[in-house]
């Protein structure tokens, strides 16, 4: 897994694989889910900032995992 992000565009890009996207789905206006044969292969924010998603805090429950 890979995560980027774009400061300038405010756009946050979390790649899963590096299998060819197939498909894309868009969950909302600034949530695209771009599918692989296999599953997700990656997922693309738009105003990752501005929506409260950056920075991302991993909260106790995810730590103990």
């Known amino acids: 897994m890979k995560m980027s992000y774009d400061p300038e565009d405010d756009i946050l890009v979390i790649e899963f ?28 924010i738009l105003d990752a900032k501005k929506a409260g998603l950056l920075p991302i805090e991993i909260g106790d429950e995810l730590r103990a995992a």
């Open 17 to 44: 694989n590096k299998d060819n996207i197939v498909r894309d789905i868009s969950l909302n206006w600034n949530v695209n889910i771009g599918m692989t044969e296999q599953g997700i292969g990656e997922i693309v």
